[in-house]
């Protein structure tokens, strides 16, 4: 990652390789769609995993901290987008607005996940952060007595698609000749966010603040010794990776349509861990790919599994859906057993595991 | 080259769509244009889906629906379908949404995609309600089989349309239910904080307070739940003369025998997601005379259902809820292109909405919503382990069914082979 | 005054078979800091499987007294959980020992995934029911109720308890435990070996687990391939709520865990004015846990070193 981004040593390629991802994330939705328009909401959902995963990794990653509720957050940004962009209270308030104002009310319920939970190590944190995740999933399901505010169970429904003036993102319209439709259009803003995103976590691992994270990761006490205030720096990274969570839940909303306590259960939590832990827990490269496999896995198997197996067997043996998540559970054992610390660890990882074992 | 064409149509489909909104249609074609390869082949290919849940824990629900809309397609292709004077082949696309909303958009685009014409699902309500936007979108016409939420045809969409009675007609058939018949005057109200079952529960209360009951408790278990016993030994403080339960039957059969381990005397009734003989099985030696209620007549009463019922048991084992109400779905589909003599949704569409057709359930007729005209709620009893069909409430063929109709609606005690194919 | 007994019953049924569950995490825990997340799905398959085995028995007619029978399930069940737990260790967890802490973690949840799915293919999608063999026989006191069933399940729960203390403190296998729960290495350079007490503890765990999953189904009266889930997040929380690693913790986590969600279903609705129903049962049990471990981050019987196992 280091060496891709100095571009102090060779600008002219750099700029060139911009141009070609360009190019590429550009091409993206277009070829995805020659498979049918279903691809492209699977990789817009991997892009939503990006960001959330990339949100995760500032938490678990850098700072160290084992976070088993993340999809909270996710929820927090859902519901305030939702709440305010629905007939549910009549408010149609424009994206620009909520999509930042999603991110704050979760960066609120970081820092209220994080101040009572500093002083607790490890699996203990676990423990109570997945208690988080389910409090504030079982709140949003019990919200609607005795006043009506989430709508509980029944979900909140009609939320209005991404607008900017009469340009919508929900509608297909043909632009510069070229016809994009609805999917494909929420693609390029979820490329364009997820690109500040990725630039974000860049500029924050090698900044000072980056640093005193792994600082903590590594050792807490020695961190504090050397003036690191560690409380402080904590809640920051609760602060972000909700932030982040936030943001990637408000566009949830506008683009399904449709938000209810169900999408935000426990497992997606794990999920969103998984990602950031089979890529490369650290490593924002690794954590993206981690995402992207992990979304596309299963649907790549639901998309394949059927014709493979009646091109070999002639018929169906097994559900597909069964195989599905059987081959998904063997893949992050054989992932993980044989890249322990992930697909594409980040450089500290790979030391530490080829050096002493600690 | 293909693809090009496929992007091509999928993106003038689309265009189409959101273009021309849901006014005129008729010129957009996202049907699988099937005039077109009609010359070359004597037979013409016509896609329809379904989608529910067939991983997860209410899969077996999912694969039952699965399996009715399956035999429905399978029945049409053995008896041959003829539309605007060529021969129909039905084929069938099936699949998992997981019950999860993420993933129903998901399968429900992919649907779009395969250019399938007719959508038969999904199975629950907070699946059905987020793809219904998707079909919509793409002028594909939806018939859920088991959604009961109102909301999914109160969206203004064109293309959303029911087979079953839903929550509001249900919880209130079973409000009126425990006050006329079972003379309550304190109930007590359980609901499992879903859609369906929050529903469902809401309608009871607001039926029997508008009758003069009395709800003693309010209480609320998950749908993964399998102990009651602390609401349970609450209510029973409360001494309520009849239990109402908003739920599935894989949390009614634990609840039904910690009542009477309690010794709970109250009756208990519940809808037709605990309506089942899934129901009767686990609660076995503690259902006796506890009621529940199921949209639509019973199978023994339904017009056309014993030989849908034998054929369906024969191939795929028991019926669980829905899978008739799949079936018919699939069926009415298949009527309204015949009916419209034409496979393309934006023609077959407005016959769907005026549509008689004779399902195996019922009569299968829409009214402007979408929402089902004969909402028919049957209650039952347990007699000896087995449901025994009560009384019909409701609709427009509402008739008191005679008390002797012994018929077990579904043989509950018979072992039940899993639906393998 | 008979509503809040029979409550207390409730949370204790409900409760010691949470805490039988949280042995087995405890019991990893303590010994390698793995939360071995397929825990759950481990009692899924002694539930099952037990299901199965008796209900193929009562299908046989042999006329064979109900207790036996169950007994008969219990003893296929558990070799296969130890079966399935000891080979888990090996090829899952074993391989990852010097690995990033996450590691493990991930394939933990890996394994269970594949424990649910397998489950699945083999005994289908439906709810299994228990063969109505044993009638639940309410004994009353005081107005309140117990079955029998209730009654086997605590007294079950403390005798395992009991059993598993002796043999934590007075065995040589629980001698190396502690040990071994100590300090690997220096376990190591002891003579212990350190394989053989890590298998121990997956084996001892998953023989417990195949227990629960009995007395589970024989409670509920019902199996499902999903039921391991929610199980094991409650036992989990139970053990962590006691201090994971301590055993009398676990015991004392599931209790109180159990008794907690009894009482918050049954008397926080009223207090509040019906605002915070049983609809929050689940909150009252996690709010419990946040608030223990604001003021003792390592649980109620938590850090104390010596009596880890």
Request: proline fraction near 5%.
């Amino acid at each position: 990652m280091h060496s891709m981004f100095n571009s102090k040593k060779n600008p002219a390629l750099v700029w060139a390789g911009v141009v070609v991802i360009g190019l590429a994330l550009a091409l993206v939705p277009f070829v995805a769609a020659m498979g049918g328009q279903a691809w492209v909401r699977v990789v817009n959902f991997a892009l939503l995993y990006i960001m959330l995963s990339l949100g995760l990794n500032i938490v678990v990653g850098f700072a160290g901290l084992l976070d088993l509720g993340y999809i909270a957050f996710y929820a927090v940004g859902a519901y305030v987008y939702a709440l305010l962009a629905s007939p549910h209270f009549g408010m149609h308030l424009p994206f620009w607005l909520i999509l930042p104002l999603g991110a704050l009310v979760a960066c609120f319920f970081g820092v209220l996940l994080g101040a009572p939970t500093l002083k607790l190590r490890g699996d203990y944190l676990a423990i109570v952060t997945l208690g988080f995740g389910e409090i504030v999933r079982i709140f949003l399901n019990n919200l609607n007595t005795p006043i009506n505010i989430t709508n509980g169970p029944q979900g909140i429904t009609l939320i209005d698609p991404l607008t900017l003036g009469s340009f919508s993102f929900g509608k297909a319209e043909t632009i510069l000749g070229i016809e994009f439709s609805g999917p494909q259009k929420y693609y390029f803003l979820l490329v364009v966010l997820c690109l500040l995103i990725v630039a974000l976590n860049i500029r924050l691992q090698n900044s000072r603040i980056g640093r005193a994270w792994e600082a903590i990761r590594e050792d807490e006490i020695a961190a504090r010794a050397m003036g690191i205030n560690t409380r402080n720096v904590k809640l920051l990274a609760f602060a972000m990776g909700a932030s982040f969570g936030g943001v990637a839940g408000g566009l949830f909303s506008a683009i399904q349509g449709f938000v209810s306590p169900e999408s935000f259960g426990l497992l997606e939590s794990i999920m969103v861990l998984a990602m950031v832990v089979l890529g490369g827990m650290g490593n924002i490269g690794g954590v993206i790919l981690g995402a992207i496999l992990l979304t596309m896995l299963p649907e790549a198997l639901r998309f394949s599994i059927e014709p493979l197996q009646k091109a070999i067997f002639g018929r169906m043996i097994v559900d597909p859906e069964t195989i599905r998540m059987l081959i998904f559970g063997l893949a992050l054992i054989l992932v993980m057993l044989f890249r322990p610390a992930g697909l594409w660890p980040s450089a500290v990882r790979k030391r530490e595991l080829s050096g002493a074992q600690s | 080259m293909k693809h090009v064409r496929t992007l091509g149509l999928t993106l003038v489909a689309v265009a189409l769509a959101g273009v021309y909104g849901c006014g005129k249609k008729e010129e957009a074609k996202p049907a699988p244009a099937p005039k077109a390869e009609a010359p070359a082949k004597p037979e013409v290919v016509v896609k329809l889906g379904h989608v529910g849940p067939l991983t997860g824990p209410i899969a077996h629900l999912g694969k039952d629906n699965e399996n009715g809309a399956r035999m429905a397609v399978e029945d049409a292709n053995a008896k041959g379908t003829e539309i605007d004077g060529k021969k129909i082949k039905f084929e069938f696309l099936g699949e998992d949404d997981q019950a999860d909303p993420k993933t129903g958009t998901v399968v429900a685009q992919k649907l779009v995609d395969a250019k399938v014409v007719g959508v038969v699902g999904h199975l629950n309500s907070g699946t059905t309600i987020p793809a219904s936007k998707i079909y919509t979108d793409a002028g594909i016409p939806q018939i859920s089989p088991s959604a009961t939420n109102p909301k999914y045809t109160q969206q203004g969409f064109k293309t959303t349309f029911r087979v079953i009675a839903n929550d509001v007609q249900q919880g209130s058939a079973l409000g009126e239910f425990s006050v006329k018949e079972l003379k309550a005057k304190k109930i007590a109200i359980i609901d499992d904080k879903t859609a369906y079952g929050e529903g469902l529960a809401n309608e009871t209360q607001k039926a029997a307070e508008a009758l003069g009951a009395k709800i003693v408790a309010r209480e609320y278990t998950t749908d993964k739940a399998t102990d009651f016993k602390a609401i349970l030994t609450k209510i029973k403080g409360k001494q309520p003369d009849v239990i109402m339960y908003g739920g599935m039957d894989a949390q009614a059969g634990p609840m039904v025998k910690q009542m009477k381990e309690l010794g709970i005397k109250a009756k208990f009734i519940s809808g037709d997601g605990a309506c089942t003989a899934e129901w009767t099985k686990l609660s076995a030696g503690a259902n006796e005379s506890h009621y529940c209620s199921q949209a639509g007549l019973p199978i023994d009463k339904m017009p056309n259902a014993k030989d849908f019922q034998e054929r369906f048991t024969k191939k795929y084992g028991q019926i669980q809820v829905y899978a008739p109400y799949a079936y018919d779905a699939t069926m009415a589909l298949i009527a309204a292109m015949k009916k419209a003599n034409s496979t393309d949704p934006a023609k077959y569409l407005p016959a769907l909405a005026t549509l008689s057709h004779d399902g195996v359930t019922a009569k299968v007729e829409f009214d402007e919503k979408g929402d089902t005209k004969h909402g028919l709620i049957t209650i039952y009893d347990v007699k000896e382990g087995k449901l025994n069909a009560l009384s019909i409430v409701g609709g427009a063929a509402a008739a008191p069914a005679p008390a002797a109709a012994p018929a077990a609606a579904a043989p509950a005690a018979a072992p039940k082979a899993e639906p393998k194919k | 005054m008979e509503i809040f007994l029979q409550q207390i019953i409730n949370g204790l049924t409900l409760g010691s078979v949470y805490a039988l569950v949280a042995l087995g995490y405890t019991m990893v825990y303590g010994i390698i800091g793995l939360i071995n997340f397929a825990h759950g799905e481990v009692v899924m398959v002694g539930a099952m499987i037990a299901l199965s085995v008796v209900q193929a028995l009562i299908g046989a007619q042999l006329g064979l007294p109900p207790g036996l029978v169950i007994l008969v399930g219990l003893a296929v069940a558990m070799p296969i959980c130890m079966g399935i737990a000891y080979t888990a260790e090996r090829v899952a967890y074993r391989p990852l020992r010097s690995a990033p802490r996450l590691a493990p973690l991930i394939t933990a949840i890996g394994v269970s995934i594949v424990l649910q799915n397998l489950a699945m293919i083999i005994w289908g999608r439906n709810y299994l029911n228990f063969p109505d063999i044993i009638k639940p026989s309410p004994i009353e006191f005081g107005g309140a109720f117990i079955t029998d069933v209730q009654i086997l399940i605590i007294g079950v729960a403390a005798l395992i308890m009991a059993g598993l203390l002796l043999v934590v403190h007075k065995t040589r296998l629980g001698m190396a435990m502690r040990a071994t729960a100590q300090n690997q290495q220096v376990a190591g350079l002891m003579g212990i070996d350190i394989n053989t007490v890590i298998s121990a503890a997956f084996l001892i765990g998953a023989a417990l687990a195949a227990v629960a999953g009995v007395l589970v189904t024989l409670y509920y009266g019902i199996a499902h391939y999903h039921m391991g889930f929610i199980l094991g997040l409650k036992a989990f929380t139970a053990a962590v709520l006691g201090g994971i690693g301590n055993l009398g913790g676990a015991m004392l986590g599931g209790v109180l865990l159990g008794i907690i969600e009894a009482l918050g279903a049954g008397y926080i609705g009223d207090l509040t004015g019906g605002f915070l129903g049983s609809h929050y049962q689940d909150v009252f049990a996690f709010a419990v846990l946040i608030i223990v471990l604001v003021f003792r981050p390592s649980g109620l019987l938590g850090e104390r070193v010596g009596d880890r196992a």
